[in-house]
């Protein structure tokens, strides 16, 4: 009895072990800053911030079917590293790409979204959403085109 007791200690004691050992992309709550304090006074200057060339993009007239995309390029203009825990988009036709890695301060980085004009006819805005712990936590890119259809040969 006593030994099947001690093997099942050990079992669990193992397993926990194991579990408990694996760091494997563990964000610590060192990369997490809140900026609200007691007295109601937010101290942003060590948060992380995006510092986009551009939030918009036209690309003009497209024609229908036709893939188009556009590399929105941004730089850590924070203290503390910048990390992208979501991007979003309204339309499934917007498929954006970003980095899973955190941004160190003053690395750059780069969103692509490629816009799939497929089925698609007239005037398209779109927007794609980031949320990262930057405070505000989301920031909103948005691309336009305006898609026609193909010319007809004369």
């Known amino acids: ?16 072990a194991f579990s408990t050992s694996c760091h ?8 997490i800053e809140n900026p609200n304090t007691a007295n109601g006074k ?4 060590r948060l992380p911030s995006f510092n986009f060339e551009s939030e918009y993009h036209d690309f003009g007239k497209i024609i229908q079917g ?15 590293d910048l990390i992208i825990a ?15 890695a955190p941004i160190h301060p003053g690395q750059d980085g ?7 004009s497929a089925g698609k006819h007239g005037y398209q805005n779109k927007s794609i959403v980031i949320v990262a712990n930057t405070q ?4 909103v890119l948005r691309i336009k085109a305006e898609v026609t259809m193909a010319a007809l040969p004369k």
């Open 86 to 100: 979501d991007v979003s988009t309204s339309c499934g036709c917007t498929v954006p790409s970003y980095p899973k």
């Open 66 to 80: 036709e893939t188009v995309s556009y590399p929105f390029k941004f730089r850590n203009a924070g203290k503390t």
């Open 110 to 116: 780069v969103i692509r979204v490629s816009f799939n």
């Open 136 to 139: 505000p936590n989301t920031v």
């Open 1 to 16: 009895m006593n030994k099947k007791l001690i093997a099942t200690l050990l079992f669990c004691a193992g397993i926990i």
């Open 24 to 31: 494997h992309n563990r964000i610590t709550s060192d990369l």
């Open 42 to 45: 937010a101290d942003m200057s």
